[in-house]
């Protein structure tokens, strides 16, 4: 059993995955979250599951979060409501250069994206007004998974090997001579070889507290569901021109909204012109969606590394380590990126 002692900060998907990489490989590992499990934005997203991305390492880490999920959730023993019912691309033409380029940098990976025409989307998604688009760009194992599920499980598997998950529970890094000591709580010092920051979008003030700096940029993202429908629409569809989604969920809900803002401050107050804008892009696209009631708003924050990608890796502070700035594809990307830093920290 090795000595090795990390503290997770942050029980979001990303932290959770380390943690229980970590533990499965005999850590002694502490998760502190803040507040409830699914606070974050791992509790509070659409769950759509891609590998439609233009940069290599982000393709990786989206591969094998998808054989993660199979993985998983038989190991953990819980049912992550996941459906591999395809995601959808869809476009105007002016955006023809950029689906494009994800496709064929996918190509490399052995990763087929179909080109579908008007009539073959119109197959998939049968009430779809195939004049709200110009292109469609599919990944069939693509699909949906229910976030609750997912951060409950990975907690479960996290649990079981040992690991402590404190909720209510902030923590700061405490750093001593250019290394980390641990975490401090309310409790005390939580001493840790390792800290990893997972904290979303309020990784930023975590890793100041290390004394390192980290410009991630923080977003704001309002999402609805309508009453349920009868189960019919398989894909997640993504509109790359609109900035705008939906999917259904396997309550028959859908569930959607419009790609979040830039904002300076974490604020989680849900607003009125992201619905609306949501609301036409819905039944522009779907028209038999008209007159569907919205049972619930709300508002997800999250991070995004300066650069556009994800920070991952160790920094100027002895053992401390980032693992934050997944903008809007933790879901997609977290369960391997997890997975990647609990590696990088075993070997170090
Ligand atoms: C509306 C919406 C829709 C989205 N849709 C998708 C999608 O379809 N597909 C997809 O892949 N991604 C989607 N995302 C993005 C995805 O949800 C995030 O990228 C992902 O959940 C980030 O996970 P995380 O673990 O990094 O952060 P989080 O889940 O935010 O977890 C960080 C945790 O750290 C805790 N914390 C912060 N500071 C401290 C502290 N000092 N001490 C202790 N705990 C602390 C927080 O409370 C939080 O729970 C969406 C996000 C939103 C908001």
């Known amino acids: 059993m090795s000595e090795l002692k990390v503290a997770v900060i942050g029980g979001g998907i990303a932290g959770l995955s380390a943690a229980y990489f970590l533990a499965k490989s005999g850590a002694e590992v502490e998760v502190f979250e803040q507040r409830y499990l699914l606070y974050g934005a791992s509790g509070r997203n659409s769950g759509g599951l891609t590998v439609q991305f233009n940069d290599e390492e982000l393709i990786k880490l989206a591969l094998r979060s998808l054989d993660l999920y199979d993985e998983l959730q038989s190991e953990v023993k819980f049912n992550f409501l996941l459906r591999k019912d395809g995601y959808l691309k869809i476009a105007n033409k002016n955006d023809e250069a950029k689906l494009e380029s994800e496709a064929s940098l996918l190509k490399k990976f052995g990763v087929k994206i179909e080109i579908l025409n008007q009539n073959e989307v119109k197959e998939l998604v049968p009430d779809i007004n195939t004049k709200a688009f110009d292109l469609a760009y599919y990944f069939s194992k693509g699909g949906t998974v229910f976030p609750w599920p997912v951060i409950w499980g990975l907690a479960r598997g996290c649990k079981a090997l ?145 650069n556009g990608k994800p920070v991952i890796g160790f920094t100027k502070v002895k053992g401390f380590v980032q693992l934050n700035g997944f903008g809007r594809h933790g879901m997609s990307l977290g369960l391997a990126a997890g997975e990647k830093v609990a590696e990088m920290v075993l070997k170090k």
């Open 162 to 306: 040992g690991v402590k998950v404190y909720d209510y529970t902030p923590a700061t890094v405490v750093v001593e001579n250019g290394s980390v000591k641990g975490v401090q709580t309310l409790d005390g010092l939580h001493k840790a070889d390792f800290v990893i920051n997972a904290a979303g979008a309020w990784s930023n003030e975590v890793s100041k507290s290390a004394g390192v700096e980290l410009d991630n940029k923080i977003f704001k993202e309002n999402i609805c569901v309508t009453e349920s429908l009868r189960p019919y629409l398989d894909p997640y569809i993504f509109d790359v021109s609109n900035n705008a989604y939906l999917s259904q969920s396997m309550r028959g809900e859908i569930v959607g909204g419009v790609v979040g803002r830039e904002i300076d401050q974490i604020d989680k107050k849900g607003e009125l012109d992201p619905l609306i804008r949501y609301a036409k892009f819905a039944t522009n696209l779907i028209p038999k969606l008209k007159g569907l009631s919205v049972l619930r708003q709300w508002v997800g924050v999250y991070d995004l590394g300066k």
